[in-house]
């Protein structure tokens, strides 16, 4: 059983609303199976300070096609609004069994 | 005049795999008793007699480990490299001291078995049976029960170096003691771990277990005590597998063959466990045993030994219900195996006021491992979501990520 780690950081454009954005890491090796958990976030409001409505930090698996591991990472950050821009990033800690 | 020809008999593959049921449904190779089957009283004195059912083709073709002339299949390092840690399953000769009836085994010289360890023997799980073979096993005093299979098993010991030197003349054998029956028939499966006494690994050696099954065609060796005899050597390529069995058509064995490793040639490792006779000059007929695909699935000490353990994940979305202050939620997931070892990290998690925007004083989503029970992974989220009042309800889920060492 071989277990190896990437962590791969997604930036978060400038924008509003509930983001989806995806990524992908590559082993050395073929991957036996894969899952991916948050290795950290930051999500920041573009201009000045507001209340919040919602905070929300996703990542989920999409395929794992030979050495590579396809995710997806979604987060929302707003006020009741939600017209609120904001941006920042989520890091990814992707465990794979490799062969 | 011997067979010399190690081939598989694949002419006669079609026909065998279409009666395949009736080839393979023969009974486990316990020893014979004296003066059956064509078997000598005095098996030892007379081993050349022997010819009976689980000789391939009617005619012996094994031969003394330390007088083999290398013409098998395999070559005479592949077996001087090999043999030595085998062993010979006998039952203890203080029986009558133990057990108002001591069955008929007093002595008894009964498998054959294989140092996997310093100190693990692997052979098969019908040495320890209850029953079968048509032989008495002591009862527990005062009844007309058999003993258990435990108790079968620390009532036996394992012979080592029980074989004919170079000249012929036989070697002192060295006993070791059974301390405990480790594993019995899991999964249903015809095989058994012992743990003897000491380490008898650091002196005989240890044979490696494979951790995937071979291919058929692929040169097997058999090193074995038939009838109870000092250890000889057989070998042949594999006919077949059929479910968790492995066949061989041209390996003689004989009842005391049973739990012998079925050593792969180049490679030396243990690819199944001898258990069956069925060999006889009918087309098709075959010794099988159990591949060691299927009971690497089922037996946690040799999954630990060939790092045949894997590592495997799940996810689990627990929803947290409208309300407000600290939240802890437990959840389970289950895997498709045993679990040794877990750890759970955050997935992703969603935190929302019911009820418009506010600020925040807290945030907060965490997960830890409860505990570990069997297949199942139990787990708690915990999370926390307020303004400096705690006052005002939130929802969301957490995501947990569970990441478990399984079977």
Redo the contacts between chains.
Sequence with gaps: ?A?EFRTSSVAIPSGTGRRSINGSTTFGSPV???????NGFKLDYASSD???????????IVSVSGNTVNFRV?C?Y???NFDDAYSGYITA?V?A?VE | MAKKTKTSKVHEKTEAHAHEHEHWNFLPELPLRPGEHGLPEDVESDPGAIVIESICGGIDDSQPVEQYDGTLGVTQAFVSAHQRPVGQLQWNDNLADIYDNPGNVNNVRWCTGTLISRNLFLTAGHCFDRTGGGWQRPLIDGTNTVISSAEIATNMHVNFDFQVDPGGNLRPEQQVAIQSLVEYRLGNLDFAIVRLAGSPGNTFGITEVADEDADEGDMLCIIQHPAGLPKRIEAGPIFHFHDSRIGYDSIDTLGGSSGSGLLHSPSGRIVGVHTNGGCSTTAGSHNHGVRIGAILAQSPTLAEITGKRRCDFRTISLGVPAGTGRRSIQGAVSFGSRVFQAGVALNGFKLDYVNSDHHINVIEADTDVVSINGNSVNIRVECNYADKNFDDPYTGYVTALVIAEVE
């Design positions: 059983m277990i036996k199976r894969a899952n991916v958990a948050l507001h209340h919040i409505n919602v905070v929300e930090a996703d990542t989920d979604e929302s707003a006020d009741k800690l465990v069994e």
